[in-house]
């Protein structure tokens, strides 16, 4: 199975901040990696798929950047909606498998 | 838009059989994308668990796959899980997810609201 590392585990930011967000491939996904949002007894939302790609409707403060072993996510200014736990997920290979979470939350 | 809906018993005994059913409406299930399921149990992670194409193709981790089968209702536009055996390690919040199909990974773009599946005599 191809291990998912995330760092940090976790973050505390104010509004207004830059947050960054690494995660790490086990071998090389190229690309085939998501990241996604989620928010305390929520389902997961989708934020960014294909390492780069803004899904639709999501706020373009979030971005994404990587291929093959390290990727990030970054929010470029912190909004109060943001505060929530984010993984990554990578899709190259079965099983796929998320990366352990990054909690980020108010200073 | 494409919604997805969980539905199963909250409680199951040990050893026993979990089932999920997740309905899909506003959309066909025999559209071009897989149909999957992921679990969360209570304060950890995200485990994907598998999935299914209308077709009948499945892909399941290995982790869990002597004990899992997924299929698929054309008739009632749903797909289901079955997870046998089930102890303690199996409670957790189950989520069924979307993921198109393509050249590329679009993600897992739709997701039902998940479903508490507590494992417990």
């Known amino acids: 199975d191809i291990q998912m590392t995330q760092s940090p585990s976790s973050v505390s930011a104010s509004v207004g901040d830059r947050v960054t967000i690494t995660c790490r491939a086990s071998q090389d996904i190229s690309n085939w990696l998501a990241w996604y949002q989620q928010k305390p007894g929520k389902a997961p939302k989708l934020l960014i798929y294909a390492a780069s790609s803004l899904q639709s409707g999501v706020p373009s403060r979030f971005s994404g950047s990587g291929s093959g072993t390290d990727f990030t996510l970054t929010i470029s200014s912190l909004q109060p909606e943001d505060f929530a736990t984010f993984y990554c997920q990578q899709a190259h290979s079965f099983p796929f498998t998320f990366g352990p979470g990054t909690k980020v939350d108010i200073k | 838009q494409v919604q997805l809906q969980e539905s199963g018993p909250g409680l199951v005994k040990p050893s026993g059989t979990l089932s999920l059913t997740c309905a899909v409406s506003?959309?066909?299930?025999?559209?071009?994308?897989?149909w999957s399921w992921v679990r969360q149990p209570p304060g950890k992670g995200l485990e994907w668990i598998g999935e299914?194409?209308?077709?009948?193709?499945?892909n399941y981790n290995p982790s869990l796959k002597s004990r899992v089968t997924i299929s698929v209702d054309k008739s009632k536009n749903q797909f289901s899980l079955k997870l046998s055996s089930v102890t303690a390690a199996d409670t957790a919040v189950y989520y069924c997810a979307r993921r198109p199909d393509g050249e590329s990974y679009y993600g897992m773009d739709v997701w039902g609201q998940g479903t508490t599946v507590t494992v417990s005599s």
């Open positions: 506003g959309g066909s299930i025999s559209s071009s994308n897989w």
């Open positions: 299914i194409y209308h077709t009948g193709s499945t």
